[in-house]
């Protein structure tokens, strides 16, 4: 039981590049979130998912695209990466149902846009 | 929209010594959850301790306990008999009780050192 992972661990992009990150989860939980840390920060939420097939937009979402085609994956999308988007990126998730279940987090990756 | 303030950037004690962070937050909301979340240099985010609002009795998570102030919105963590392994970024959360998404929101963060 791997729980959240996150691939990749680093990444560094030039401005205007694209790429994906993935978030994979093995718990069978429903709810998937992105988020991401900037220094001095919090963590932002940038797009969730409530399950399979659906997403919506979070705190932050100007500049990502999401996609959840398949249950355990949520992936995070940059179409034209900016420096302003040099940041960690938190995935979570938890089972659906009840009032609250705890959120669990992936190791982050950490993006750096040059 | 709810927010969650730490006006705490950084503290630090000595090893075995009780340090209070603090954080305040405003909602309208009369039904949520706090948390407090520790981040240590493996950058991985742990649950530490979670109060339920309706609950007047203050959360314990071994050395952890938080002071709950519904009325002033304040929601302190105390850790007692402070280790090593304590040093770390720790975050202040609030989720509305809700169905749902269920989304958090962070304060800043304190980065807690605990000297030897």
């Known amino acids: 039981n791997a729980g959240v992972t996150q691939t990749p661990k680093f990444r560094v992009l030039k401005t205007g590049q694209s790429m994906t990150l993935l978030c994979a989860q093995d718990m069978n939980h429903e709810y998937m979130y992105w988020y991401r840390q900037d220094p001095g920060m919090g963590l932002r939420l940038i797009h969730y998912?409530?399950?399979?097939?659906?997403?919506a937009k979070g705190e932050v979402p100007d500049g990502y695209n999401v996609s959840r085609l398949k249950k355990q994956n949520f992936l995070l999308g940059l179409e034209s990466a900016a420096p302003s988007q040099t940041s960690v990126y938190f995935c979570?998730?938890?089972?659906?149902?009840?009032?609250?279940?705890?959120?669990?987090f992936g190791p982050g990756t950490r993006l750096t846009v040059l | 929209a709810q927010t969650v303030t730490q006006s705490q950037p950084e503290m630090s004690v000595q090893e075995a010594e009780t340090v209070t962070l603090s954080c305040t937050y405003d909602t309208s909301e009369n039904n949520y959850y706090l948390f407090w979340y520790k981040q240590p240099p493996s950058r991985q985010m742990i649950l530490v301790i979670r109060?339920?609002?309706?609950?007047?009795q203050n959360a314990t998570e071994n050395r952890f306990s938080v002071n709950f102030q519904k009325a002033a919105k304040s929601f302190s963590l105390k850790i007692s008999d402070s280790q090593l392994g304590d040093t770390a970024m720790y975050f202040c959360?609030?989720?509305?009780?809700?169905?749902?998404?269920?989304?958090?929101?962070f304060g800043q963060g304190t980065r807690l050192t605990i000297n030897p």
């Open positions: 979570a998730s938890r089972e659906s149902g009840g009032s609250y279940n705890e959120q669990f």
């Open positions: 109060q339920e609002a309706y609950k007047q």
């Open positions: 998912s409530v399950g399979e097939g659906t997403t």
């Open positions: 959360a609030f989720m509305r009780r809700i169905q749902g998404a269920q989304k958090l929101v």
